[in-house]
């Protein structure tokens, strides 16, 4: 039973370019959860999504970042035109049901660093 | 927004002394959980808490739920070197709206042997 699947573990970008995230939820799991860690710092929460529909992105910056759970396929978040202020652990996580429901345990992918040069 | 706040930001300890790690929520919650992060790892689950007052215990460790929902501490008795890591606690605002979590900025533990 695969946990959290996230691509790529490390992730090199030039300033300008985009980034690609991936994350496959557990198996059953229809809620995704992005979130942003800056060294030494928490987990920033940026989106949470079900299956093609964004539920909460009241963390996710207005510009340049985006995010997408298709039917089919994983989680991706997108990056635009990345800035050095970008770079940082990008985790996902998923769970069974909402934060509000029984099932609400969220289980995080080894996450995604990326670094802006 | 909602705020949460962890204290200290990093704790040494000598090993087999006790550790805690308290948490403080600007507003009332719904519930609170508990992660774990090994350096260089992805935040683990360790418990949810629910209810008002509510104590839960996982061998060493021990957690707690305040009165009013706004706070909640971890407290681990005879700290062991498999304890190193950042403990987080992630809050749920009450009352609906957004359904992130709100987690804290965490609490370093730094054992010496």
């Known amino acids: 039973n695969a946990g959290v699947m996230q691509n790529p573990r490390h992730l090199v970008r030039r300033r300008g370019q985009e980034a690609r995230l991936r994350c496959s939820p557990m198996?059953?799991?229809?809620?995704v959860y992005w979130y942003r860690q800056l060294p030494e710092e928490g987990l920033k929460f940026m989106v949470y999504?079900?299956?093609?529909?964004?539920?909460?992105e009241s963390g996710m910056p207005k510009e340049r970042f985006s995010a997408e759970f298709p039917k089919e396929g994983p989680s991706i978040l997108r990056i635009q035109q990345v800035v050095r202020g970008d770079s940082a652990a990008y985790f996902c996580?998923?769970?069974?049901?909402?934060?509000?429901?029984?099932?609400?345990?969220?289980?995080f992918g080894p996450g995604t660093r990326l670094t802006v040069l | 927004g909602q705020q949460v706040m962890q204290i200290p930001q990093y704790q040494h300890v000598q090993e087999g002394e006790d550790f805690t790690t308290y948490c403080n929520s600007s507003t009332t919650l719904s519930n609170i959980q508990w992660y774990k992060q090994r350096p260089g790892g992805h935040p683990v689950f360790l418990i949810q808490l629910v209810k008002s007052g509510e104590v839960k215990k996982q061998k060493r460790l021990t957690f707690q739920f305040g009165e009013a929902k706004k706070n909640s501490s971890l407290h681990i008795t005879a700290t062991q070197t498999t304890d190193v890591g950042t403990y987080f606690c992630a809050g749920l605002a009450s009352g609906g709206g957004a359904d992130g979590l709100t987690f804290g900025k965490g609490t370093h533990l730094i054992i010496q042997p």
């Open positions: 198996k059953g799991h229809s809620h």
């Open positions: 999504l079900q299956k093609e529909n964004i539920i909460d």
């Open positions: 996580a998923s769970s069974q049901s909402s934060t509000s429901g029984e099932y609400n345990e969220q289980f």
